[in-house]
């Protein structure tokens, strides 16, 4: 089966459990919970910036290409 498209993306989902969660009484188990979010996030936006920045590079890529013929 397909998996199902979510209305909302990973990061905007993440970034709502996160206020959440940080909303509240600071316990170990929970501050372990926030850490693995935040890693989380991280790695979203990460993945969201590097993508990004290789569509630019490689259209810039493209457009001095036929330009050097």
């Given at each position: 089966m397909a998996k199902k498209t979510t209305s909302e993306?990973?990061?905007?989902?993440?970034?709502?459990?996160?206020?959440?969660?940080?909303?509240?009484?600071?316990?170990?188990?929970?501050?372990?919970?926030l850490r693995s979010l935040k890693k989380r996030l991280r790695r979203v936006q990460r993945k969201r910036r590097t993508l990004a920045l290789r569509?630019?590079?490689?259209?810039?890529?493209?457009?001095?290409?036929?330009?050097?013929k």
């Amino acid at each position: 089966m397909a998996k199902k498209t979510t209305s909302e993306s990973d990061e905007t989902r993440l970034k709502k459990k996160l206020a959440a969660k940080s909303t509240g009484d600071k316990d170990v188990k929970e501050s372990e919970a926030l850490r693995s979010l935040k890693k989380r996030l991280r790695r979203v936006q990460r993945k969201r910036r590097t993508l990004a920045l290789r569509k630019k590079n490689s259209a810039s890529k493209k457009a001095a290409a036929p330009a050097a013929k």
